[in-house]
Antibody, heavy 122, light 110 residues
Framework: QVQLQESGPGLVKPSETLSLTCTVSGGSISSNYWSWIRQPPGKGLEWIGYINYSGRTNYNPSLKSRVTISGDTSKNQFSLKLSSVTAADTAVYYC????????????????WGRGTLVTVSS | QSVLTQPPSASGTPGQRVTISCSGTSSNIGSNTVNWYQQLPGTAPKLLIYANNQRPSGVPDRLSGSKSGTSASLAISGLQSEDEADYHCAAWDDSLNGWVFGGGTKLTVL
């Protein structure tokens, strides 16, 4: 079955760039849409952006100026870069697959990675 | 501040029926379908309801979803201790051109 696994540094200094990778096993990033979602400690979920099967990206307007999502089909991975981080970017970061139901014409996140905690601190 | 509004907490005793609300606007819930996710403590969210009221395989039928206008609800009947979790609603927002979530509701089984 398809599985997602996030990886990357757990500690990033303020003003630096947060970099995470999501490795997809049992499936291909050349199909579907693939998102990054984060959850600050004790708070709700926030969608960061997605990359689709053709490499098209779409970002949360509130983060757009600092976010880059890219894909590497040879490694079946997609990555997140978030620049100029502050303490407010401390969160558990999840990667997730976005699936489409043609029956109900509905998109939803059907698979999630376990998440990785990134702390922004000097 | 989340775009979709959920009560921060809800509670019930075993066997009871509880509902969790999710309020939005015409650009999100009013124009698109709603999905619900369950997040057990220390774990990733799991899809519970999609397309307002559809259950993925393996989700029991004592969980149900509904939508009316710019609001949606998740109902859990026959409450069980394993239902104790955080519940999140989500919808696509046409104005933001992106996904929006509720702040999450922590369900406690007393």
């Amino acid at each position: 079955q398809v599985q997602l696994q996030e990886s990357g540094p757990g500690l990033v200094k303020p003003s630096e760039t947060l970099s995470l990778t999501c490795t997809v096993s049992g499936g291909s990033i050349s199909s579907n849409y693939w998102s990054w979602i984060r959850q600050p400690p004790g708070k709700g979920l926030e969608w960061i952006g997605y990359i689709n099967y053709s490499g098209r990206t779409n970002y949360n307007p509130s983060l757009k100026s600092r976010v880059t999502i890219s894909g590497d089909t040879s490694k079946n991975q997609f990555s997140l870069k978030l620049s100029s981080v502050t303490a407010a970017d401390t969160a558990v970061y999840y990667c997730a697959r976005q699936e489409f139901s043609s029956t109900w014409y509905n998109w939803y996140f059907d698979l999630w990675g376990r998440g990785t905690l990134v702390t922004v601190s000097s | 501040q989340s775009v979709l509004t959920q009560p921060p907490s809800a509670s019930g005793t075993p066997g009871q029926r509880v509902t969790i609300s999710c309020s939005g606007t015409s650009s999100n819930i009013g124009s698109n379908t709603v999905n619900w996710y369950q997040q057990l403590p220390g774990t990733a969210p799991k899809l519970l309801i999609y397309a307002n009221n559809q259950r993925p395989s393996g989700v029991p039928d004592r969980l149900s979803g509904s939508k009316s206008g710019t609001s949606a609800s998740l109902a859990i009947s026959g409450l069980q201790s394993e239902d104790e979790a955080d519940y999140h609603c989500a919808a696509w927002d046409d104005s933001l051109n992106g996904w929006v979530f509720g702040g999450g509701t922590k369900l406690t089984v007393l």
